[in-house]
C-alpha cells in the first residue's frame, strides 16, 4: 500500500498522520529536502500533503538548503494535497500580499481572506464527495478566487471553491484532519492509486 510523506516544518502535519494512521496508511513526516528522494533520486513517497499553518512561516523553511526548489519539481507528478496553507504554497498566484510557492495549483488564492470576526468557523456543506454533507473547519482561511480551465471544484463556501482537484494535485482551504469525517483524504488516497496505476501503464506501453 501506499506511503504518504507529511510536510512537517511547521503546522497542523500531526493531525493528518493520526487521520491517515486511522485509514492504515504508512506516513513518513518529511523535514529536510533529502527526505522527499531515494538515493536513486526517485520520489521516496507515493503522495505528499502539504498542511495547514502558517505559509510565511513554512516559506522560511523552504527557501533553505534548496527545499522549494526539489519540492516544485516533485509537485509537478507526485499526488500531491495541500490544505490551507498548503494549498496557498501549491497556487501559481498568492495574493494578499502576493507571496511566492510552488506554482504547481492553477488558482488564484486570497490569504486571511474572510475578514477577523469571522476568521475561524465550522460550517457544514454539500460538496461532490459520495455520502452526507461535509463539515469543514475553517481556521484564518484563505480563498480561492479564480481557478483555471483544468481546475474542478468539489465543494464550494458562499460560491467560491474550497475543495479542488487538479490532476494529481489536491487542495482544501479548510482543515479536514481537524474534523472526524475521513472522505477528503480517502479521495486523496484514492488519487494516489489511480495516479500509481496510471504511471505503471504508461511505462508497460
Ligand atoms: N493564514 C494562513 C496563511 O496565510 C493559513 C491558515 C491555515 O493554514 N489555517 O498561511
Not at 44 to 66: A, C, Q, W
Not at 127 to 150: C, D, Q, S
Not at 157 to 172: I, K, N, S
Amino acid at each position: 500500500s501506499a506511503t504518504v510523506g507529511i510536510l512537517a516544518l511547521q503546522g497542523a502535519y500531526e493531525a493528518h498522520a493520526k487521520t491517515l494512521a486511522a485509514l492504515d496508511v504508512t506516513t513518513r513526516l518529511i523535514r529536510t529536502p533529502d527526505q522527499l528522494f531515494t538515493l536513486e533520486g526517485t520520489p521516496s513517497v507515493d503522495g505528499l500533503i502539504i498542511p495547514g499553518g502558517e505559509s510565511t512561516t513554512m516559506l522560511k523553511f523552504l527557501e533553505r538548503n534548496g527545499f522549494l526548489e526539489s519540492l516544485s519539481s516533485l509537485v509537478r507528478t507526485l499526488p500531491t494535497f495541500g490544505t490551507c496553507a498548503g494549498a496557498i504554497l501549491l497556487a501559481n498566484d498568492v495574493q494578499n500580499p502576493p507571496q511566492i510557492s510552488l506554482s504547481a495549483l492553477d488558482i488564484t488564492i486570497e490569504r486571511n481572506a474572510y475578514g477577523r470576526q469571522i476568521d475561524s468557523s465550522i460550517l457544514t456543506a454539500p460538496t461532490k464527495l459520495p455520502g452526507a454533507p461535509l463539515e469543514m473547519v475553517f481556521i484564518r482561511a484563505p480563498r480561492i478566487t479564480r481557478t483555471g480551465p483544468e481546475v474542478e471544484t468539489l465543494a464550494t463556501r458562499d460560491e467560491f471553491p474550497v475543495l479542488v482537484r487538479q490532476g494529481h494535485l489536491l487542495a482544501a482551504t479548510f482543515h479536514p484532519e481537524l474534523g472526524h469525517d475521513l472522505r477528503v483524504h480517502q479521495l486523496f488516497l484514492d488519487l494516489i492509486a489511480s495516479h500509481r496505476v496510471h504511471s505503471h501503464a504508461t511505462v508497460d506501453s
